[in-house]
């Protein structure tokens, strides 16, 4: 098979903030009933999580799962085991109404950290960002000017950002403008 | 802006996040039906100075379908519910009838 490379290739730009493209991340879109035992179990068994709260992530050693929607929930593996994962969710939930698809190389991920973190994706994003309003754990869909993105924010204060990896440029680009070391506000500092 | 609250997510979500999915509580009819009623279903809308229940997408964020009750005269929102109903909640109602009384719209009314 050959080798996987993500959208940009690691890219990085320091200004106000320091925004990165963090490589292939492994990504599961799970669509269920979330208060079923063995959908809860096998979410569980896959990642090592448990089912996330409204709008929020949890996040553990192996992987992550995040709150999409009422029915949906996006998984976060290692690159190179989503395949298997995915594989090991739908003998899993077998009896089960869901869906399971590995969706890792239709999507870009990006971190943005520093202390004007916030103020950059604030920018850009029509989401408030005050520090009592969005914390760590907390997972928000929405969008990033004119694409839709979903992001969180880790215990590190870093924001991870994913998005489609087709506009993997244009929010690359966006976020580098935001974060211009001369585009200072500092409306959160 | 208008801001509406997303009954599915509770996001707050403003207008850009959102994308508007035309009048609420229509009532197909398709094959087999009158004329008239095809007709009137396709192209007859409700379009108010008042009280008005829309459909909208959250589309940005959860990608759900919801409903909201708002006035198109002063942008005032009256509440939002779910999109797995023919007809507003009681609440909606009463919340459209505390600030509207002897409000109408269709056949809804407080």
Redesign the interface.
Known sequence: MSEAVSALNGASFAGLARVEETGLGGMITLRGDFTSAGFQAAVKAATGCAVPE??KITIADRGAVAW???D?LLLLVDYAEAEAVTASLAEDLAGEHHMAVNVSDARACFTVSGAAAREVIAKVA?VDLAPGQFAPGDF????FAQV?AAFWLDEADVFHIVCFRSVAAYMFNLLSTAAHPQAQVGVYS | MLILQCP????T??E??LHAGGEAHLKRFGPGSSDDDFHDYLFMRENPRGIHLERWRHV?????WFHAARCTQTLEVFGTYSAQTTEPPQQIKDAISAKRPGWSWRDVSG
Do not use: F, I
């Open positions: 409204l709008r999409m929607s009422p949906e029509p928000r869909r929405t969008r839709a | 599915y997510c509770g996001v979500a403003e850009t996040e940005s964020g959860c990608g759900k």
